[in-house]
């Protein structure tokens, strides 16, 4: 089973790496095949910045679902919002939800509530894939903020789970701390550049998804991988930076390998503006690159 196959079986992918590594574009990557594979994906982007709809070329989601292609839609998700449409829900007269939502109390509880954001998001998905909705998803794949934060949201509902002993919040905190740790359900992927310090933070998250988690990521992606050096006149400045590019990404590359044996793909960097024009030739590329 290649790891494209094994991801296209996951109903939950959280897509982290360190800032400005390609984590969005990857997620609009991996969206894009597993929707061309016939699966009904949702895009889930929990960046207030929004720049998903720009990989993909739709009009900003603005916290509602966007069309992006067959199969695959987007959507925006600020936790505020999750957390004040799910009281909506729970008290069906507007006026007293809206009460409850404007008070100092409810302000006070989302603040302080360990994990209550972070469980509210994942919840989200869980609700989208599990909840009945119509049209079904198969699947969901999280843009999820960088390193440490994406820990720390994957952490979040056992934590909350713990913190709220029992009850209605208890028991669904709990329900998506299970699903989160079942591994043929859900799974993590790293975007990196074959740089120093993304590596070093790779590397760190893997440790730290282990020891606090259990979880091993499903795939890394090296992404912005300097080509190598076409053959050709050896001596202008350019060709030397670019040398110089390729061999600190294949050492960096090296570096991870000696610690890391799972699946490993690269994606090079390509002369192309965020849009759906990379997101398509990475996408491609992707699918060749697997063994
Ligand atoms: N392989 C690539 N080739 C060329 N450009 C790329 C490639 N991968 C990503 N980019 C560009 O690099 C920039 C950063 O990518 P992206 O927004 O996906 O990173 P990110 O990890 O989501 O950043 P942030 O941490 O700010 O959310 C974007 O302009 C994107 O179009
Ligand atoms: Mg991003």
Request: proline residues 7%.
């Amino acid at each position: 089973m290649s790891v494209l196959d094994r991801i296209a079986e996951r109903q939950l992918v959280v897509v982290t790496g360190k800032g400005g590594v390609g984590k969005t574009t990857l997620t609009a990557v991996l969206g894009r095949l597993l929707a061309d594979r016939g699966k009904r994906v949702l895009l889930l982007e929990v960046d207030p910045r929004e720049s998903l709809h720009q990989a993909l070329g739709t009009e900003p989601s603005g916290g509602g679902i966007v069309q992006a292609g067959p199969g695959l839609s987007i959507q925006n998700l600020q936790p505020d919002a999750v957390i004040e449409g799910l009281v909506r829900e729970k008290v069906p007269i507007p006026y007293l939800a809206r009460k409850i939502t404007e008070s100092v109390a409810f302000h006070q509880f989302v603040e302080g509530a360990p994990g209550l954001k972070e469980t509210a998001l994942l919840g989200h998905a869980y609700r989208v894939l599990h909840g009945g909705h119509r049209p079904r998803t198969d699947l969901v794949i999280v843009d999820a903020p960088a390193t440490g934060h994406s820990a720390t949201m994957l952490a979040a509902p056992g934590l909350l789970a713990q913190a709220a002993e029992g009850g209605q919040l208890g028991a669904m905190a709990s329900d998506l701390a299970a699903f989160l740790a079942d591994a043929s359900r859900c799974g993590v992927v790293l975007a990196t550049l074959a740089e120093e310090m993304p590596i070093q933070e790779t590397l760190e998250l893997i440790a730290l998804l282990r020891a606090k988690l259990g979880i091993r990521p499903d795939l890394i992606v090296a992404n912005g991988m300097y080509p190598p050096l076409p053959p050709g006149a050896a001596q202008d400045p350019g060709r030397s930076l670019w040398r110089a590019r390729r061999r600190l990404n294949e050492a960096e590359l090296a570096r991870l390998s000696a610690s890391w044996d799972g699946s490993l793909l690269e994606l090079p960097l390509l002369p192309l503006d965020r849009g759906p024009a990379l997101v398509n030739a990475l996408a491609s590329l992707l699918k060749r690159a697997e063994p």
